[in-house]
């Protein structure tokens, strides 16, 4: 039997769950205002989904890292993997402002408990009562993969952004490169000084910034995110309405034709990839630059989703739920936005009324574990 099985839940004023960039945001802010917590943390140490970047990603070629409220990231060498630069300062700050994350933690479900509160589920077993969630699940975990006709017939390799390995992999390799985001621009300028060749492809035709992005241009991009969470449909991430950015590598890129893109194939062969006109390229890997999807799946109980298919909020607060608060999604995906979002998330709880249960106060400062 379950060691756990038998326990009543764990009682605490809010659960935050991940502790990426916008679940220690939402941490410091509660600790701030002396509201009891925990932090339940999935991963295996901290860094968030930092840690699991590819060890040629320098903190040098990072695309925004914006500082954690409270304390700056200063004189960190660009020539260091991100994985480690992030890692040791997330571990510092929690090590700074005393919070305590749980880890690792699976939350597996968050159910509707008793007396107005959330139960959530973890895969250990062990359980806690809250009156409001701070969910700050990311997205690294919910890799998205397309389908195209011949797939399964590939006689290559097929991998994802989230498990790349690094340009060493791909050597002397024909590699077709999937998506028109960052990742891939950046995994086609590496892969392509060790390859035998690269095919970049995309849905849409790139669209590359040569332009100054300030704050007006990021409040822009940011409104057309917040606008789909709005109204209930899956959100965009905001680097995908900003464009690429156009630095000396992508122009070097651009030049030699690396980054000379085609349209999306058709169909998959055993060889390589096709077009309807019966063009064709022959490949050994491909590489699905694709981005990923809310994990959001644990919160499937609570019925949070629209018709649309995504969760509707007014700020961060879920519409269809004032307990949840989603932090890290949708416009707030970004690292400034997910910075001020655990910010905005602690003041609309510290306005939800207190229901504590079996007459216990509630808990003050970080909870333990």
Same mark, same amino acid.
């Given at each position: ?7 009543? #839940? ?47 990603? &320098? ?9 954690? #409220?409270?304390?700056? $990231? ?24 005393? $919070?305590? %994350?749980?880890?690792? %933690?699976?939350? &597996?479900?968050?159910?509707? =408990? ?31 993969? #397309? ?8 006689? =290559?390799?097929? $991998? ?33 000084? %060790?390859?035998?060749? &690269? ?12 332009? *100054? ?25 905001v680097v995908s309405v900003t464009g690429l950015a156009l630095n000396d590598a992508v122009r070097a890129g651009l030049d030699s034709g690396v980054l000379e893109r085609r349209p999306m194939f058709d169909r998959i062969i055993p060889t390589g990839v096709g077009w309807a006109d019966g063009r064709s390229v022959e490949a050994d890997v491909i590489l699905w630059a694709t981005g990923f999807r809310a994990a959001v799946d644990h919160l499937a109980p609570l019925r949070l989703r629209e #018709? ?10 879920? %519409? *269809? ?13 970004? &690292? ?34």
């Amino acid at each position: 039997m379950n060691d756990f099985a038998e326990r009543d #839940p764990a009682e605490v004023d809010v659960v935050v769950i991940g502790a990426g960039q916008a679940g220690l945001s939402g941490a410091y802010h509660l600790a701030r205002a002396g509201i009891g917590h925990v932090v339940l943390d999935h991963s295996p140490g901290p860094g968030g989904a930092w840690q699991f970047r590819w060890p040629s990603l &320098t903190y040098g070629k990072v695309h925004g890292m914006h500082a954690l #409220p409270g304390m700056e $990231l200063t004189g960190a060498d660009p020539l260091r993997p991100s994985s480690e630069v992030i890692g040791e300062y997330f571990a510092a700050y929690e090590e700074r402002f005393g $919070l305590r %994350v749980r880890r690792p %933690v699976d939350v &597996t479900a968050v159910r509707d =408990g008793s007396d107005g509160r959330l139960l959530v589920e973890s895969a250990s077993g062990e359980r806690w009562s809250a009156r409001a969630l701070i969910n700050a699940t990311g997205t690294w975990d919910r890799p998205f993969w #397309p389908r195209y006709p011949g797939q399964s017939t590939f006689r =290559g390799r097929q $991998l994802h952004t989230a498990g790349y390995p690094g340009p060493a992999a791909f050597a002397g390799a024909r590699v077709v490169v999937v998506g028109g985001g960052t990742s891939a621009v950046q995994h086609l300028l590496e892969i392509s000084e %060790v390859a035998a060749a &690269t095919t970049w492809v995309t849905r849409r035709p790139p669209v590359f910034r040569d332009s *100054r992005f300030g704050e007006a241009e990021g409040r822009a991009a940011v409104a057309l995110v917040e606008e789909r969470v709005r109204r209930g449909l899956p959100p965009q991430s905001v680097v995908s309405v900003t464009g690429l950015a156009l630095n000396d590598a992508v122009r070097a890129g651009l030049d030699s034709g690396v980054l000379e893109r085609r349209p999306m194939f058709d169909r998959i062969i055993p060889t390589g990839v096709g077009w309807a006109d019966g063009r064709s390229v022959e490949a050994d890997v491909i590489l699905w630059a694709t981005g990923f999807r809310a994990a959001v799946d644990h919160l499937a109980p609570l019925r949070l989703r629209e #018709p649309g298919g995504g969760i509707r909020l007014e700020g961060t607060r879920a %519409v *269809r739920d004032e307990r949840i608060h989603l932090v890290g999604y949708g416009p707030s995906a970004s &690292t400034t936005g997910a910075n001020r979002a655990g910010g905005a998330a602690v003041r609309e709880i510290r306005r939800l009324p207190a229901r504590e249960t079996s007459g216990a106060p509630a808990l003050a400062g970080v909870a333990a574990s």
